[in-house]
């Protein structure tokens, strides 16, 4: 290994360093692929998912003795396998410092070397503003606010749990029972809970936080702690640019453009296309991106010009932007001018004027993310003279969407159907449950002009193969075009066992996945209930006594006693209940189930409708959590 080194000069190896220090995010002293993953994802330079997957196929074959962790030394000696042209390029750029960036050291238990972070000044000054300004009248976070931009109090702020929580609140209403929020007197004991409540409720609502715990968060580890609050806020700003929730959004279909196409857009898409639409209204050039396009801030100057206008048809409001400061020739200056428009419509918000010059493309997408969800803007139209009404995404789909992406699946799933289509992120579930998938055999894209869909279909055939043979999932009547045409049924069919499968993968001490069928978890749900006590048994994962939730609150005091308060739960006059107590029972089941440290990804209503494969998700993820407490 020495021989490498020696090859490469010091100033490189130095750079070799950083990166490598940059892209170990838990200062363990090794990279492991996930956190591999992360350095492309995180750094400002898009690499497709399947040159991502090159590159770690790369490293992973570098790892010489096998640990599945790579060192610096093998990391170095990796580096020179990818010194092609291509690959020492994109991966120079990857590691290149950018403005503002803040760099923190700290010392890892492995290495005896210092290691070394970095993390962006203008996202804590954006966050903080934002946090500040949502959460100002919180009677709960009144210890925290206003936080300075200027100084860490973001990163202590996040401490106790409770304003990760909020946050979680208010980017996806009502995911968390804040009944469940220890909010006085705060042990250790209890941030660290609110903490774990943070985190699972974070992971249910499809934000990745598989290299993130509550000790993590309660150091106030910078780079982790603006990760999560970025994925947070983002799934708040994203909720509402979908075409079921904004009908108007049909309006920018192009010419001879299919509906699905438009269907099928992420919500960066939809919004690149939302400003041009206001842009082309106004007469003005188009732009195909949030990063160098808006740096002259002349399509901000326009937008908010549109979407003024727009306003005052509504009555929303009477403000004349003021378009004068398109003729300041100092950037940075015009910048500002163009703010201050922004901040008479109460849109001021993510952007400096710097962040604007400079394209910062995170920060920039947030602002007109926010003007979008205040002032879309847009008539109701219709295709070819035909009223159309959008479906939203049914809870299960949503909740299936957001499993996937919890996991830190690549591409990000925003649509269950055409982003499946492809079948590449069905084969990347099928290795989060252990089944080997020969990357090689898979066709990645960019996809030919002619007979792309070919190769997306033989992607799909290998992954229901797979599937079947070697997954042994039940797939009759399941092929590989009904992936890939996005059929509902069978898309629906194929996932709904992956998820079991990845649920019940932590019963390993019972058999492995496909062997733990439902009468184990249901035998052990009944057996944990009647040694202590409890009259709430189940004859199976639809007995209607679910709908009231008392099993789950009974079986989770049973696993972790002491965390129900009992006062909060309704339990009817001889165990019937109302529709709103059943609905308050399962809030709260759902909480304290990720309270305690089960990540449930099943909403209440699951459990109010007694929907058995969801219930039988919930059960076995505290089966899972109660082995575990029980073992050690």
């Not at 490598?20 to 995010?25: G, T």
Request: aromatic residues 8%; contains cysteine; hydrophobic residues 40%.
């Amino acid at each position: 290994m020495e021989n490498h080194i020696t090859q490469i000069s010091r100033e490189h190896l130095e750079d070799l360093r950083e990166a490598f220090n940059k892209i170990d995010i838990d200062n363990s002293g090794y990279v492991s692929d996930f956190e591999l993953q992360e350095l492309f994802r995180e750094a400002s330079f898009s690499l497709p998912g399947y040159k991502v997957r090159e590159i770690m196929e790369t490293f992973i074959a570098g790892d010489t003795n096998k640990d599945e962790k790579i060192s610096f030394e093998e990391f170095v000696s990796i580096y020179q396998e990818l010194k092609s042209k291509e690959f020492s390029e994109t991966f120079r750029k990857t590691i290149t410092r950018r403005d503002g960036i803040r760099s923190f050291g700290g010392l890892s238990g492995i290495s005896s070397e210092g290691t070394q972070h970095s993390y962006s000044d203008e996202e804590k000054v954006a966050f903080v503003n934002w946090i500040n300004k949502a959460l100002a009248k919180d009677p709960d976070c009144q210890h925290l606010l206003p936080m300075n931009p200027d100084d860490e109090s973001l990163f202590t702020s996040v401490r106790d749990g409770i304003l990760l929580c909020k946050m979680i609140n208010l980017s996806q209403p009502d995911t968390i029972d804040e009944r469940v929020i220890n909010t006085k007197k705060l042990a250790t004991f209890k941030m660290t809970e609110n903490l774990v409540l943070a985190l699972n409720s974070a992971s249910a609502i499809g934000c990745t936080v598989v290299s993130i715990d509550a000790h993590d968060l309660m150091a106030g580890k910078p780079h982790l702690v603006l990760g999560l609050l970025w994925q947070i806020i983002k799934v708040g700003l994203f909720a509402d640019i979908e075409i079921s929730r904004n009908e108007g959004l049909i309006g920018l279909l192009t010419d001879g453009e299919q509906l699905d196409r438009l269907l099928s857009l992420s919500p960066e898409e939809m919004l690149l296309r939302w400003v041009n639409h206001h842009l082309q209204n106004a007469g003005t050039q188009t732009i195909s991106n949030f990063s160098d396009d808006i740096k002259d801030s002349r399509a901000y100057f326009y937008l908010l010009d549109q979407v003024a206008q727009q306003g005052e048809e509504d009555f929303k409001m009477r403000v004349k932007i003021d378009m004068s400061g398109l003729n300041e020739r100092d950037l940075d200056r015009r910048a500002e001018l163009m703010l201050q428009q922004a901040a008479r419509l109460d849109c001021r918000q993510f952007v400096s004027p710097h962040d604007v010059t400079s394209g910062n493309s995170k920060l920039n997408l947030a602002f007109v993310a926010n003007i979008y969800n205040m002032y879309p803007s847009l008539q109701r139209t219709q295709i070819n003279g035909i009223e159309t009404h959008i479906q939203p995404e049914t809870k299960e789909e949503k909740t299936f969407r957001n499993w996937i992406n919890s996991l830190g699946i690549s591409p990000y799933v925003n649509h269950l159907y055409c982003d499946l289509c492809d079948g590449l992120v069905i084969l990347q579930l099928l290795e989060k449950i252990n089944v080997p998938v020969n990357w090689k055999k898979v066709n990645n894209p960019p996809y030919p002009v002619l007979g792309a869909n070919m190769k997306k279909l033989e992607n799909c055939n290998y992954a229901v193969w797979l599937g079947r043979d070697v997954a042994h999932f039940s797939l009759v009547g399941i092929g590989g075009e009904n992936l890939n045409e996005g059929s509902p049924m069978h898309t629906l069919a194929l996932v709904w066992q992956l998820m079991r499968r990845y649920t019940v993968r932590v019963l390993s001490d019972l058999g492995d996945g496909e062997k733990v069928a439902d009468h184990i978890i249901l035998d052990w749900v009944n057996t944990t209930l009647s040694q202590k006590r409890k009259d709430t048994q189940i004859s199976s994962f639809k007995d209607n006594l679910i709908s009231t939730s008392l099993p789950v609150i009974d079986l989770i005091d049973a696993i972790a006693p002491g965390t129900v308060k009992w006062d909060m739960v309704k339990r009817g006059e001889r165990g019937v209940l109302k529709d709103d107590d059943k609905q308050n029972n399962a809030k709260y089941a759902i909480s304290l189930a990720r309270k305690i440290g089960a990540r449930v990804y099943a909403l209440p209503d699951d459990l109010v409708e007694v929907n058995p494969k969801m219930v039988l998700t919930l059960f076995a993820c505290l089966m899972g959590h109660g082995l575990k407490k029980a073992n050690h």
